[in-house]
Nanobody, 125 residues
């Protein structure tokens, strides 16, 4: 079992930055999970944002955030981060972190085993 708690969301103007954190706890070893960030805007499906392998050696990003967002992890802190720069109004959504058992991450939400409760990010124009 893994419990995930996101933090760091808020209201920011377009062009600004936020850093989301996702703290993991539970009996399972954090380093045995690939981690992903997803987002869901009102009336839309949950979509992939970024993911990182269990070693941290591989990362992947949705085209819409590539070059602006950076995912990282610090296993000693059981935490994964999402640094978001040059934010745009279309980035407004609830952001969720998720854990997938194993080394390889997926873009599909259904492949993830555990989810946080989400944190709201609102970007004003």
């Amino acid at each position: 079992q893994v419990q995930l708690v996101e933090s760091g969301g808020g209201l920011v103007q377009a062009g600004g930055s936020l850093r989301l954190s996702c703290a993991a706890s539970g009996r399972s070893t954090f380093s045995s999970y690939a981690m992903g960030w997803f987002r869901q805007a009102p009336g839309k499906e949950r979509e992939f944002v970024a993911a990182i392998s269990w070693s941290g050696g591989r990362t992947d990003y949705a085209d819409s955030v590539k070059g602006r967002f950076t995912i990282s992890r610090v296993d000693a802190k059981n935490t994964v981060y999402l640094q978001m720069n040059n934010l745009k109004p279309e980035d407004t959504a609830v952001y969720y972190c998720a854990a997938e058992a194993g080394a390889v991450y997926s873009w599909a939400p259904t492949e993830y085993d555990y989810w946080g409760q989400g944190t709201q990010v609102t970007v004003s124009s």
